[in-house]
């Protein structure tokens, strides 16, 4: 089995953090996400891989390109083909039953363990699956036994059930013939028609899953993922170290001469004298001149999420305040 990682995305949510950086290569502990799901794959044996990109593309190929012992490939999309469109445009380099994953995605999911249970049920499409309080900006998903019945992208309510699907799907190379076109989503155009043949299963997870999709999102994965990962990290060309000091993960780059307390600091960063940092990811490149709490520095902004809970859900309350320098 080989994977595809979908890469492409524009990461608006995420503005401005995503101006000038891809979604997958944000970091996470000072380590970017497309790593994380790299190492993954890796851990379970996958070790042939292709990379949709679309957005800045050329920062991806040149991340992909610094992976060790792994054959990777780059597809560049000219234009936006959805979810399962630049799968299927990238088929040729897929093999007959492959994973399909998010590179803005972080989990704990047991990729043998579902192939496994992809292989055994007879599926064509196995779906992961995770349950969340709050369904209304998820797919959700009903099932019986290990089928899945229905999928509600999205829904107003949360009434629907509490089972979303987590974006990580086993494809059988197969159905991608089945449909015509070539922009296609897997939720909107694929997933219904194969759900009514009884063709899609569900593969149920109750670890870590989380994704990144909005700031608050990615800010609160730097303090909930582990500083070293779930997986052990991929090996690089070039080894980039992050060192952990206490309570923080400080890149050995970066310039300190503040006071850091439960924080991220990338490489090239800098705190100043006298300033301090607390609960905060500091970018790559960004800079620290006054005390600061809750907050994403980058090297022209500032995100301040306020207010926040870090052991927890946020708050439904919360504000987010963005100061461009």
């Known amino acids: 089995m080989n994977a595809i990682i979908l890469a492409g995305g524009r990461g608006v949510r995420l ?13 996470v502990c000072n380590v970017p996400m497309l790593d994380h799901v790299t190492s993954q794959l890796k851990f379970y044996g996958v070790d042939d891989i292709v990379y949709a990109a679309a957005y800045r593309s050329a ?3 040149r991340r992909a390109a610094k992976y060790v012992d792994i054959k990777t490939r780059v ?61 209304r900006k998820y797919g959700v ?88 990962g779930f997986f052990p990290r991929v090996r690089l060309k070039k080894e980039e170290p992050s060192l952990t000091f206490g309570s923080s993960v400080i890149s050995p780059d970066a310039r300190v001469s503040g006071t850091v307390n439960r924080s991220i600091i990338g490489a090239g960063a800098s705190v100043g004298k006298g300033v301090s940092v607390s609960d905060c990811v500091v970018l790559p490149g960004g800079k620290v001149t ?14 301040n999420l306020l207010p926040i809970t870090l052991s927890g859900d946020f708050s439904t309350d919360s504000a987010t305040h963005f100061n461009i320098f």
């Open 15 to 27: 503005m401005p953090l995503t101006a000038e950086t891809p979604k997958p290569l944000l970091p």
């Open 59 to 61: 920062q991806i190929a």
């Open 75 to 135: 597809r560049v999309e000219s234009r936006p083909l959805g979810t399962a469109g630049c799968v299927k445009a990238a088929s040729k380099y897929l093999s007959d039953v492959f994973f399909v994953l998010s590179g803005d995605c972080l989990n704990d999911i047991d990729l043998a363990s579902m192939a496994r249970s992809h292989i055994g049920s007879g599926a064509d499409v196995t779906i992961a699956a995770v349950k969340r309080a709050d369904t």
């Open 141 to 228: 998903i009903s099932t019986d036994g290990d089928k899945v019945t229905s999928l509600i992208e999205k829904p107003f309510s949360n009434s629907y059930g509490n089972t979303v699907n987590a974006g990580i799907y086993v494809v059988n190379k197969r159905i991608l013939s089945e449909f015509d076109g070539d922009e296609l989503d897997f939720a909107k155009d694929v997933f219904p028609v194969l759900i009514r043949q009884g063709r899609v299963g569900v593969y149920r997870h109750d670890g870590f899953w989380s994704d990144v999709g909005a700031i608050e999102d990615y800010f609160r994965a730097n303090f909930i993922v582990p500083a070293e």
């Open 290 to 303: 006054s005390d600061v709490r809750y907050s994403v520095i980058g090297k022209n902004f500032e995100v």
